[in-house]
């Protein structure tokens, strides 16, 4: 494959931005076009949800300094909207209809939060949602001592802004209709570790009952005013924020008819390689023909997207070499902190527990077939290379040995 002239990335994220980066490290001397809708340069979201919110910074980690762009020749273009891709001429139309072409494309376009928008109040004003940094500069601002907050979402990004809230002195009632928070990815046992670490700063649940409308003065105008659930509670609420996922933004890739994957995201090999010739995803979008898992995974966090967006840099160049990593994401809470290792099913797999959940310092492990699919290790630091190896070994263990053996014998 000849090395192309003009690569264009949709999508100024992390992964658009980290694989133009990793385009200039690689040596490519052709033109690179780096095109997104946000105002800001390319940023990291972590922080929008941790120091953001707790206002401990105003500033996200941005992914390369201010002058890294020119320094670069990196052609960033700000508050700009692609609105077409025609993989026939090989050319991305942007909004204001200026035309570029390219002879390989990255698209990086990433999630967008779900708004429960057929919820009767959806179009309520003052109803928030967290992705970009003024999203976060603006709810930080409404956090504040005795303020009703309710979060509609008990996943990682609402007990994050409920941690904030609590720390500010906000009045924070979480609802959810599972039984536990983060209860998909951790289940019943370690959700239950978040559910009373929250209790213990002062969060109210609303647990197992959905949000049947957002009330306000009015239905469909004016500002929300609070929250009716399905149980006919009715929470007035100062600040409602809508944390209930989000959705790969695949828009642009559906109208150009490139090959989408079931439940959500761009199909890719694993190369990150979509349906149509030379163009690539990678991030938030990609649902990747995974190695390690055989079937398709497609992971919303922060390593996937910094990593993919490094790997897809020499395959754009020519290479095809799969991506092979694990998931892997971190969450900080009050003082609680962790991270997670692997893709696990918390209701059919085995979770072996090390440590004292009770005191927030632990391992959790999700073991499937004898081998470890998955670990979080809450609150403990020294293990992280050892769970690594465990989760990418796919060896059988001695489930004995992970709940108080030495981590680095436990295979065999
Ligand atoms: C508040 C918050 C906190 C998080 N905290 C953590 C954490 O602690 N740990 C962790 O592991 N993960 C965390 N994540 C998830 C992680 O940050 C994301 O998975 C990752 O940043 C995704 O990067 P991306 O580049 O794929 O997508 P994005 O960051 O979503 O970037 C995509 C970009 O594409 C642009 N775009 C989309 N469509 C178009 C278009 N048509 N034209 C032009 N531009 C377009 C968007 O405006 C956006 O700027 C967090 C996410 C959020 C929202």
């Given amino acids: 494959m000849a090395e192309p002239h003009r690569i264009v990335i949709v999508g100024t994220g992390l992964a658009g931005a980290t694989a133009a980066g990793t385009l200039r490290q690689q040596g490519f001397t052709g033109q690179v076009l780096l095109l997104g809708q946000d105002t800001h340069r390319p940023y990291e979201l972590p922080a929008l949800s941790k120091g953001i919110l707790l206002g401990d910074t105003t500033d996200p980690d941005w992914v390369h300094d201010e002058s890294f762009y020119a320094d670069h020749d990196v052609d960033l273009r700000l508050s700009t909207t692609v609105a077409e891709i025609r993989p026939g001429d090989r050319e991305v139309v942007e909004a204001g209809g200026?035309?570029?072409?390219?002879?390989?494309?990255?698209?990086a376009t990433g999630s967008a939060p779900r708004r429960l928008d057929l919820l009767p109040g959806a179009g309520l004003a003052g109803l928030r949602t967290l992705r970009t940094l003024d999203d976060a500069r603006a709810l930080r601002a409404e956090l504040t001592e005795g303020r009703r907050v309710v979060i509609v979402g008990a996943g990682w990004i609402g007990c994050e802004v409920a941690s904030a809230a609590r720390t500010h002195g906000a009045e924070v009632t979480v609802v959810d209709p599972l039984p536990l928070p983060l209860h998909r990815v951790l289940g019943d046992?370690?959700?239950?570790?978040?559910?009373?670490?929250?209790?213990?700063?002062?969060?109210?649940?609303?647990?197992?009952?959905?949000?049947?409308?957002?009330?306000?003065?009015?239905?469909g105008e004016g500002t929300v005013t609070g929250v009716a659930l399905a149980d006919g509670t009715e929470l007035p609420a100062d600040v409602v924020v809508v944390a209930v996922g989000a959705a790969p933004r695949v828009e642009l890739a559906h109208a150009m008819g490139l090959e989408l994957a079931y439940p959500g995201g761009v199909a890719v090999d694993e190369g990150l390689r979509t349906s149509a010739p030379d163009v690539y995803a990678a991030g938030d979008i990609a649902a990747q023909t995974h190695p390690r898992y055989g079937g398709r995974v497609r992971v919303e966090h922060w390593a996937n997207a910094k990593d993919q967006g490094a790997h897809v840099a020499a395959n754009l160049l020519g290479a095809h070499e799969p991506y092979t990593a694990s998931p892997y994401f971190f969450s900080d809470q009050y003082d609680l902190g962790m991270e997670f290792r692997g893709l696990a099913d918390p209701t059919t797999d085995e979770l072996v527990v090390r440590g004292d959940p009770a005191a927030r310092e632990f391992t959790a492990f999700w073991l499937r077939d004898g081998a470890v699919?998955?670990?979080?290790?809450?609150?403990?630091?020294?293990?992280?290379?050892?769970?690594a190896a465990l989760v990418d070994s796919g060896a059988r263990v001695d489930p004995a040995k992970l709940v108080a053996g030495d981590l680095a014998d436990v295979m065999g």
């Fill in 373 to 387: 699919r998955a670990a979080m290790n809450v609150n403990m630091w020294d293990d992280g290379d050892a769970l």
């Fill in 189 to 219: 046992r370690i959700g239950g570790v978040f559910r009373d670490l929250h209790a213990e700063h002062g969060v109210a649940w609303r647990l197992g009952v959905g949000v049947n409308a957002f009330l306000g003065e009015g239905t």
């Fill in 98 to 107: 200026a035309v570029h072409p390219y002879d390989r494309l990255l698209l």
